[in-house]
């Protein structure tokens, strides 16, 4: 049977963003403990406690960082937010609207996002702006999915366009989304 510390350790450092976030001290030990609190468990083979996992996640905080390249590059980013864009679909190519960003084609549907000016419309684009040596560092937008998902906050895609990171949100869960984002790129 695993120790808990040694489970906590193992699964921390199978993923890019628990890493990251420890590391970094951008974290909040109590989710990521809920997220990985099965894990724990099945590999102990016993009933562990939130207030364990969390002990051991802020112990981790003094080790090496991993990721620091990442980090750089993601604190030397620009981070804008654009509401009033919709999700279009249209049966005809000759009636995508000039202003669309992005356009996408499945089966005989086009699909397109575009800034249609409508303040009722419950769309917004997050766009991170990424260093220019960047262009060619994966993992990049897997990194920002996993960080949004480890705080809950859906979105509807998120895109990588050379060095932007486009993300496509409802306008419920843009403001914390925008607040999570800056918070990574801008503190520590």
């Given amino acids: 049977m695993a120790k808990v510390s040694d489970s906590v350790k193992v699964i921390v450092s199978n993923s890019l ?68 864009y919709s999700i279009l679909y249209f049966d005809d190519i000759k009636k995508i609207p000039e202003n ?33 040596q960047s262009s060619f560092t994966p993992g990049l937008t897997l990194l920002i999915t996993d960080y949004l998902m480890t705080y809950g906050i859906k979105f509807t895609n998120i895109y990588r366009l050379d060095t932007e990171i486009w993300i496509i949100i409802d306008n419920s869960n843009a403001g914390k989304a925008l607040y999570r984002l800056s918070t990574l790129l801008h503190e520590n």
């Fill in 17 to 84: 963003i628990y890493s990251m976030a420890i590391s970094s001290g951008l974290c909040n030990y109590t989710k990521i403990a809920e997220n990985i609190k099965d894990k724990v468990e099945a590999m102990t083979g016993k009933n562990v406690k939130f207030n364990t996992i969390v002990k051991v996640l802020a112990n981790m905080k003094t080790e090496k960082p991993e990721y620091t390249d990442d980090l750089e590059i993601l604190k030397r980013s620009s981070l804008t937010i654009e509401y009033e």
């Fill in 100 to 132: 669309s960003i992005l356009v996408m084609k499945e089966s005989n549907i086009y699909i397109c996002i575009a800034n249609t000016g409508n303040q009722q419309s419950k769309i917004a684009l997050i766009k991170i702006i990424l260093p220019k």
